[in-house]
């Protein structure tokens, strides 16, 4: 079965950096695109961003366009998340996505708290 788990997450001042990894199992990683998500409480889930399935393609909205990064290693089924210039505003809970045919497959999250 698919499964998805993150690691990585935690707490960092304001400016920091975090690398958040997610690794897959269970489906044909290398053909698969991935995503990022996060969750801050009270809001909607959002997508901060999308790898293709070579890692030749990337996708970011423009709240962490030019601080976040994504990068995968077919070879180990991961996919990582590197966040430079954290905010508070980044504090969430981060998912990692791969939608296969129809369905979406989540991972069970991990904490990024960005606080002094």
């Known amino acids: 079965q698919v499964q998805l788990v993150e690691s990585g997450g935690g707490l960092v001042q304001p400016g920091g950096s975090l690398r958040l990894s997610c690794a897959a199992s269970?489906?044909?990683?290398?053909?698969?695109?991935m995503s990022w998500y996060r969750q801050a409480p009270g809001k909607e889930r959002e997508l901060v961003g999308t790898?293709?399935?070579?890692?030749?393609?990337?996708n970011y909205p423009s709240s962490v366009k030019g601080r976040f990064t994504i990068s995968r290693d077919n070879a180990k089924n991961t996919v990582y998340l590197q966040m430079n210039s954290l905010q508070p505003e980044d504090t969430a809970v981060y998912y990692c996505?791969?939608?296969?045919?129809?369905?979406?497959?989540w991972g069970q999250g991990t904490q990024v708290t960005v606080s002094s």
């Open positions: 996505n791969t939608k296969i045919l129809l369905s979406n497959y």
């Open positions: 790898i293709s399935s070579a890692g030749n393609s990337r």
């Open positions: 269970g489906f044909t990683f290398s053909t698969s695109a």
